[in-house]
C-alpha cells in the first residue's frame, strides 16, 4: 500500500501563485520512481477532472489544455514526492486538488482517474477575484 499527503494549499488572490507537495509513504522502497503521478481536482458541483501528470520513463509531462503554461509538475524520487507549481491563479482554479499514483496496475490513459489506484486526501485551493 502507498499512502499520499497533500499539502500547499489555501487561499490566494488571482493573479498570485501556490505551490502543492504530494508525499508518498509506505510501500514506496524502491518503487515510487516508476509510479507515474498525477494532479487532479474536483469543483463544487463538478466532477474530479486531470490537471496535469508525469510520467517515469523520459519523464514526459501531460497537462490539461485550461492549466498549460501556468501550472508545472514536477518529482523528486528521492524524498518520494511530486510538486505542483501553479501560477498565474484564477478563480475558476479553486478546487480541491488531489494526488494521485499509479503503479501500472490499471489501464487507462494518464488523463483518467480509473487509471490511478492510489490517492490523497486533497487540498483545498481557493483562488479569489
Known amino acids: 500500500q502507498v499512502q499520499l499527503v497533500e499539502s500547499g494549499g489555501g487561499l490566494v488572490q488571482a493573479g498570485g501563485s501556490l505551490r502543492l507537495s504530494c508525499s508518498a509513504s509506505g510501500h514506496t522502497f524502491n518503487t515510487f520512481s516508476r509510479y507515474v503521478m498525477g494532479w487532479f481536482r474536483q469543483a463544487p458541483g463538478k466532477e474530479r477532472e486531470f490537471v496535469a501528470a508525469?510520467?517515469?520513463?523520459?519523464?514526459?509531462?501531460y497537462y490539461a489544455d485550461s492549466v498549460k503554461d501556468r501550472f508545472t509538475i514536477s518529482r523528486d524520487d528521492a524524498k518520494n514526492s511530486v510538486y505542483l507549481q501553479m501560477n498565474s491563479l484564477k478563480p475558476e482554479d479553486t478546487a480541491v486538488y488531489y494526488c494521485?499514483?499509479?503503479?501500472?496496475?490499471?489501464?487507462?490513459?494518464?488523463?483518467?482517474?480509473?487509471?490511478?489506484?492510489?490517492w490523497g486526501q486533497g487540498t483545498q485551493v481557493t483562488v479569489s477575484s
Open positions: 494521485a499514483a499509479d503503479s501500472g496496475v490499471n489501464s487507462g490513459t494518464f488523463t483518467y482517474d480509473g487509471k490511478y489506484n492510489y
Open positions: 508525469l510520467g517515469w520513463a523520459g519523464r514526459r509531462t
